[in-house]
């Protein structure tokens, strides 16, 4: 079996969440069959600048061919853009404008795509909202599987998409809420779809004493993982833990991760910066808990390694996917507001009980969905599952665009309130495989 | 294909959430108390008593922003002096024939030119051309004489704008001092007055604390005097009648005596009541306001009058019976009289 894994970056030094689950997932795939990986040149989501050579290269152990990216993203142009179609009413043409302001524009890509069609069984391609993956879908749709990472943001609702949710042969969702929210904006309940995810390489050992040698570190603590970031949630979180702090709590908060706001100067908050994997693990292994704070999230892989070191994770409830993930695997507490957060962490940092239950669910919640044995197993069944459909589907065509004149008619909503009119709250699981949702419609 | 697997047990997060959202709840209740709620609302009242809570920069803020619009005010010197002016250049019919060049050259194109304008006239006709060029060659100049014009008059405008700008931003400074010294003066009367509206409701209840009080002493005098004359005239009469009179007599002396024994001398009863150390008084009444304190006293004392009236009247009327009697109800007089007395001293 021969897979093509296309994606908008690819690089062993790269940590946006789908890249390294794009890497994750080639090369636990490549094991099973021959993997190559379809990206661009760019390295940096901003402006998808060529950073990387065009051609052909292998990072550990998977081929990887570059096409180079045409035109660079203008941030200005594209925030304009994004205004438009998300706040105002717009047209099909508006919205092809966008997608093509926020790239990777590699025509070169789409080109190879189409020209070797024959020469992978499938393509896998990830986060549905870019040039390469709508480009790529609409050029080959008889094989493409989407793993569309989406977040509840405005993208969702734009109108471009919904053809591609349904038109793909298969989608490999991260959690509960996006196959819900996905299925709700496009219909695509008939399209195959898996609930899948992402494993999590953990290293066999990993030493707390080893950490707090390094760092001086004494007292218990809380973890973040991950940008510190306004989008993240870690204003917020600052703002809430320095109250925490003034009670009588003696927990202290490590940050590990990359800045891009300002910390504030506090003797309870450390901020460690970019740690190894090593030194990340020795760190979770130390902690008391994990806090992701994040408003939007597709999966939190960061959740999911907090899991697998038996840890209890503490999450902002605001984010329906964290909210859903906790409740399914008993492995957390969240919160919505400052006094949740309080009385929660107040409870998981004095409660060693509630601690070590909530780390074993999150370990075997981990192990029963996360662990690479069992990710693998869903892919290969997912390619068995479609191979067995692939006669049926070799006329199978995506719906078409629209034609010259409707696509500058400007009729189509902004896609913020398409995706305001969506149910919000944690999907959750039923043992019909279907999922209920405990979402509150509007 | 598989789907998700989820079997958690032993904890269930939505119900122990819901038990934190309860503690949440009832901590809301409970965290309001009386303390917290009167710290609420005396902020307020401090910071209107405190002197110190006032916000004393505001008048910096007043200056500050009356200096940002002086600065606003102010006018470039750009509008004193009129744009210069482009180049006039001076067209006739015979410009379109000219060179740029000089000499030899530019008189030989010149000519040739000249000879060749019947053939340009021929495909050209430059008559309308050359008028509106001139045409537009006087507008030019009037509209430089008229910007000249307009741009004098400005400067002369600016110039007079200034200095009215000066006396008006001399006498705001003039009017920010008055109006800082207004400020402060109306700090201190709102000050003032707070504290002298406390003050009075002090003296208020005061006065009617000590109104209470000089009500009860007369009461209480005017109860005496009456007790002081009735029982004079039963021992101007036993005096003439018997011995068993005389020791009477004797018994009223005992009696004076002992009850002086229980009232220092120097005080009124009223303030031996109320100040006397050996009276058993509790923390809580200690600290009741004067005027009801005052008010409570005068009540009991007319309580404890009446028993002492009703006792001597009796003691006078059973005076003739035997001493064994006598001595019964003397007993019983000091002790209601003694009963009456904490009574009111608990008070």
């Given at each position: 079996?021969?897979?093509?894994?296309v994606v908008q970056r690819?690089?062993?030094?790269?940590?946006g969440g789908a890249e390294?689950?794009?890497?994750?997932?080639?090369?636990?795939?490549?094991?099973?069959?021959?993997?190559?990986?379809?990206?661009t040149?760019a390295s940096d989501y901003i402006t998808w600048r060529n950073?990387?050579?065009?051609?052909?290269?292998?990072?550990?152990?998977?081929?990887?061919?570059?096409f180079p990216v045409s035109k660079e993203r203008n941030p200005a142009d594209f925030g304009r853009r994004s205004e438009k179609v998300f706040q105002e009413r717009h047209s099909f043409a508006d919205e092809l404008a966008w997608l093509s302001s926020e790239g990777p524009t590699s025509p070169a890509l789409v080109?190879?795509?189409?020209?070797?069609?024959?020469?992978?069984?499938?393509?896998?391609f990830f986060s549905y909202r870019y040039y390469h993956a709508y480009h790529g879908i609409r050029a080959?749709p008889?094989?493409a599987?989407l793993v569309p990472t989406a977040e509840r943001d405005p993208a969702l609702g734009l109108s471009i998409f919904r053809p591609i949710f349904l038109g793909v042969?298969?989608l490999?969702?991260n959690?509960?809420e996006e196959?819900s929210i996905i299925q709700n904006i496009s219909g695509n309940?008939?399209?195959?779809?898996?609930?899948?995810?992402?494993?999590?390489?953990?290293?066999?050992?990993?030493?707390?004493?080893?950490?707090?040698?390094?760092?001086?570190?004494?007292?218990?603590?809380?973890?973040?993982?991950?940008r510190?970031d306004q989008n993240k949630g870690?204003d917020?979180?600052?703002?809430?833990?320095?109250?925490?702090?003034?009670?009588?709590?003696?927990?202290?908060?490590?940050?590990?991760?990359?800045?891009v706001m300002?910390?504030?100067?506090?003797?309870?908050?450390?901020?460690?910066?970019?740690?190894?994997?090593?030194?990340?693990?020795?760190?979770?292994?130390?902690?008391?808990?994990?806090?992701?704070?994040s408003y939007y999230e597709s999966?939190?892989?960061?959740?999911?390694?907090?899991?697998?070191?038996?840890?209890?994770?503490?999450?902002?409830?605001a984010c329906d996917v964290?909210?859903?993930?906790?409740?399914?695997?008993?492995?957390?507490?969240?919160?919505?507001?400052?006094?949740?957060?309080?009385?929660?962490?107040?409870?998981?940092?004095?409660?060693?009980?509630?601690?070590?239950?909530?780390?074993?669910?999150?370990?075997?919640?981990?192990?029963?969905?996360?662990?690479?044995?069992?990710?693998?197993?869903?892919?290969?069944?997912?390619?068995?599952?479609?191979?067995?459909?692939?006669?049926?589907?070799?006329?199978?065509?995506l719906e078409p665009a629209p034609g010259w004149f409707s696509r500058y008619r400007r009729n189509l909503a902004p896609s913020s309130e398409i995706l305001e009119q969506l149910p919000k709250?944690?999907?959750?699981?039923?043992?019909?495989?279907?999922?209920?949702?405990?979402?509150?419609q509007k | 294909?598989?789907?998700?697997?989820?079997?958690?047990?032993?904890?269930?997060?939505?119900?122990?959430?819901?038990?934190?959202?309860?503690?949440?709840?009832?901590?809301?209740?409970?965290?309001?108390?009386?303390?917290?709620?009167?710290?609420?609302?005396?902020?307020?009242?401090?910071?209107?008593?405190?002197?110190?809570?006032?916000?004393?920069?505001?008048?910096?803020?007043?200056?500050?922003?009356?200096?940002?619009?002086?600065?606003?005010?102010?006018?470039?010197?750009?509008?004193?002096?009129?744009?210069?002016?482009?180049?006039?250049?001076?067209?006739?019919?015979?410009?379109?024939?000219?060179?740029?060049?000089?000499?030899?050259?530019?008189?030989?194109?010149?000519?040739?030119?000249?000879?060749?304008?019947?053939?340009?006239?021929?495909?050209?006709?430059?008559?309308?051309?050359?008028?509106?060029?001139?045409?537009?060659?006087?507008?030019?100049?009037?509209?430089?004489?008229?910007?000249?014009?307009?741009?004098?008059?400005?400067?002369?405008?600016?110039?007079?704008?200034?200095?009215?700008?000066?006396?008006?931003?001399?006498?705001?400074?003039?009017?920010?001092?008055?109006?800082?010294?207004?400020?402060?003066?109306?700090?201190?009367?709102?000050?003032?007055?707070?504290?002298?509206?406390?003050?009075?409701?002090?003296?208020?209840?005061?006065?009617?604390?000590?109104?209470?009080?000089?009500?009860?002493?007369?009461?209480?005098?005017?109860?005496?005097?009456?007790?002081?004359?009735?029982?004079?005239?039963?021992?101007?009469?036993?005096?003439?009648?018997?011995?068993?009179?005389?020791?009477?007599?004797?018994?009223?002396?005992?009696?004076?005596?002992?009850?002086?024994?229980?009232?220092?001398?120097?005080?009124?009863?009223?303030?031996?009541?109320?100040?006397?150390?050996?009276?058993?008084?509790?923390?809580?009444?200690?600290?009741?306001?004067?005027?009801?304190?005052?008010?409570?006293?005068?009540?009991?004392?007319?309580?404890?009058?009446?028993?002492?009236?009703?006792?001597?009247?009796?003691?006078?009327?059973?005076?003739?019976?035997?001493?064994?009697?006598?001595?019964?109800?003397?007993?019983?007089?000091?002790?209601?009289?003694?009963?009456?007395?904490?009574?009111?001293?608990?008070?």
């Amino acid at each position: 079996m021969k897979l093509a894994i296309v994606v908008q970056r690819y690089g062993a030094e790269l940590n946006g969440g789908a890249e390294l689950h794009a890497r994750y997932v080639a090369e636990h795939l490549n094991k099973h069959g021959h993997v190559e990986v379809l990206s661009t040149c760019a390295s940096d989501y901003i402006t998808w600048r060529n950073h990387f050579k065009p051609g052909l290269d292998s990072i550990n152990g998977v081929s990887v061919r570059r096409f180079p990216v045409s035109k660079e993203r203008n941030p200005a142009d594209f925030g304009r853009r994004s205004e438009k179609v998300f706040q105002e009413r717009h047209s099909f043409a508006d919205e092809l404008a966008w997608l093509s302001s926020e790239g990777p524009t590699s025509p070169a890509l789409v080109k190879y795509l189409k020209e070797h069609e024959d020469d992978y069984d499938y393509h896998i391609f990830f986060s549905y909202r870019y040039y390469h993956a709508y480009h790529g879908i609409r050029a080959l749709p008889n094989k493409a599987i989407l793993v569309p990472t989406a977040e509840r943001d405005p993208a969702l609702g734009l109108s471009i998409f919904r053809p591609i949710f349904l038109g793909v042969r298969a989608l490999m969702y991260n959690s509960f809420e996006e196959r819900s929210i996905i299925q709700n904006i496009s219909g695509n309940n008939h399209v195959p779809g898996v609930v899948v995810g992402v494993g999590s390489e953990i290293p066999p050992r990993s030493s707390a004493q080893r950490f707090r040698q390094n760092t001086g570190l004494k007292n218990r603590f809380a973890i973040y993982v991950g940008r510190i970031d306004q989008n993240k949630g870690c204003d917020e979180l600052f703002r809430y833990f320095q109250q925490y702090a003034k009670t009588s709590s003696k927990l202290d908060l490590v940050l590990i991760g990359n800045p891009v706001m300002e910390i504030p100067s506090h003797p309870r908050i450390h901020h460690l910066g970019f740690l190894s994997d090593t030194e990340k693990f020795d760190a979770m292994s130390g902690a008391e808990l994990l806090i992701m704070p994040s408003y939007y999230e597709s999966l939190s892989m960061v959740t999911i390694e907090a899991w697998a070191m038996g840890l209890p994770v503490l999450v902002n409830g605001a984010c329906d996917v964290l909210h859903g993930q906790v409740i399914r695997s008993s492995a957390g507490l969240y919160y919505t507001n400052y006094e949740e957060f309080s009385e929660t962490l107040k409870l998981l940092e004095r409660n060693r009980e509630l601690r070590l239950t909530l780390g074993r669910n999150g370990r075997k919640y981990f192990q029963e969905n996360y662990s690479w044995p069992v990710i693998e197993r869903k892919y290969l069944e997912t390619f068995d599952h479609l191979k067995d459909q692939d006669k049926a589907c070799l006329n199978h065509t995506l719906e078409p665009a629209p034609g010259w004149f409707s696509r500058y008619r400007r009729n189509l909503a902004p896609s913020s309130e398409i995706l305001e009119q969506l149910p919000k709250g944690p999907a959750a699981y039923s043992s019909n495989g279907h999922d209920q949702t405990l979402r509150s419609q509007k | 294909m598989s789907e998700f697997r989820v079997e958690s047990d032993a904890v269930d997060v939505e119900k122990i959430m819901e038990q934190i959202r309860d503690r949440i709840k009832e901590k809301r209740d409970i965290d309001y108390t009386e303390e917290q709620i009167r710290e609420m609302a005396s902020v307020k009242l401090e910071r209107f008593l405190d002197p110190d809570k006032v916000r004393s920069d505001l008048v910096e803020h007043y200056r500050q922003q009356s200096k940002d619009r002086q600065s606003k005010l102010a006018f470039p010197d750009k509008l004193k002096e009129p744009p210069p002016a482009p180049e006039s250049y001076d067209f006739d019919h015979e410009s379109i024939y000219r060179s740029g060049r000089d000499g030899i050259i530019g008189t030989v194109l010149y000519r040739i030119r000249k000879i060749l304008s019947p053939l340009l006239k021929f495909y050209i006709n430059f008559g309308p051309i050359i008028h509106a060029l001139q045409v537009q060659r006087e507008i030019n100049e009037r509209q430089n004489e008229a910007i000249n014009w307009m741009v004098q008059t400005q400067a002369e405008f600016i110039d007079r704008v200034t200095k009215l700008f000066d006396l008006s931003s001399s006498r705001l400074a003039a009017r920010e001092e008055i109006d800082a010294l207004n400020y402060e003066v109306m700090n201190n009367l709102v000050v003032e007055m707070t504290r002298l509206s406390i003050e009075m409701r002090n003296h208020r209840m005061r006065v009617e604390s000590v109104a209470g009080r000089l009500e009860f002493s007369e009461r209480r005098a005017r109860a005496l005097e009456e007790a002081v004359q009735y029982r004079d005239d039963p021992q101007k009469q036993g005096s003439n009648k018997s011995q068993s009179s005389s020791s009477d007599g004797s018994e009223q002396k005992r009696r004076r005596r002992r009850r002086s024994r229980r009232r220092p001398p120097s005080r009124t009863d009223a303030a031996s009541i109320e100040n006397s150390p050996s009276t058993e008084l509790n923390d809580d009444t200690r600290s009741t306001p004067d005027a009801a304190e005052s008010s409570q006293t005068t009540e009991n004392m007319e309580a404890a009058a009446s028993p002492l009236e009703s006792s001597t009247s009796e003691s006078a009327t059973k005076s003739t019976e035997g001493t064994q009697e006598r001595k019964e109800s003397e007993v019983s007089t000091t002790s209601e009289h003694a009963s009456s007395d904490t009574d009111s001293s608990k008070q």
